[in-house]
């Protein structure tokens, strides 16, 4: 991130969650569902890592988006409702089993967020 770490200089990052899921625009992804892993970032000071895996699993595992920014977004999202001392918040989405003519770890999105200046 661009922004640098809290007063305390923490930042909280959680790498490689897998998760579940069942995003896409396609039947098969809609039906069979398929691997998900999630990269979350976040600046604020004293939050638990559980309660950001909660969140990124609950959207991951929750009701289908058609596009992967969507379920970012909703991750996003709720981080920063959630825990009003986070400043921003990167999220990063891979879907690593896709249908791609070559060899590839994942395609997916990355997203950061800031809260709003009041």
């Known amino acids: 991130m661009a922004e640098a770490a809290g007063p305390g200089g923490d930042k909280l990052i959680l790498r490689g969650l897998q998760f579940h899921g069942f995003h896409g625009v396609k039947r098969e992804e809609r039906t069979l569902g398929q691997k998900f892993v999630?990269?979350?970032?976040?600046?604020?000071?004293t939050i638990s890592y559980t309660d950001i895996y909660g969140i990124a699993k609950d959207v991951v595992e929750g009701p289908p988006h058609n596009l992967l920014e969507s379920v970012a977004q909703s991750i996003a999202k709720a981080t920063l409702l959630e825990?009003?001392?986070i400043s921003a918040v990167r999220v990063k989405i891979g879907k690593p089993h896709v249908a791609?003519?070559?060899v590839v770890d994942y395609l997916g999105v990355e997203i950061t967020r800031?809260?709003?200046k009041a």
Request: glycine share 6%.
């Open 100 to 102: 791609v003519q070559g």
């Open 83 to 85: 825990f009003p001392q």
């Open 114 to 116: 800031h809260r709003k």
């Open 38 to 45: 999630v990269d979350v970032d976040s600046i604020a000071d």
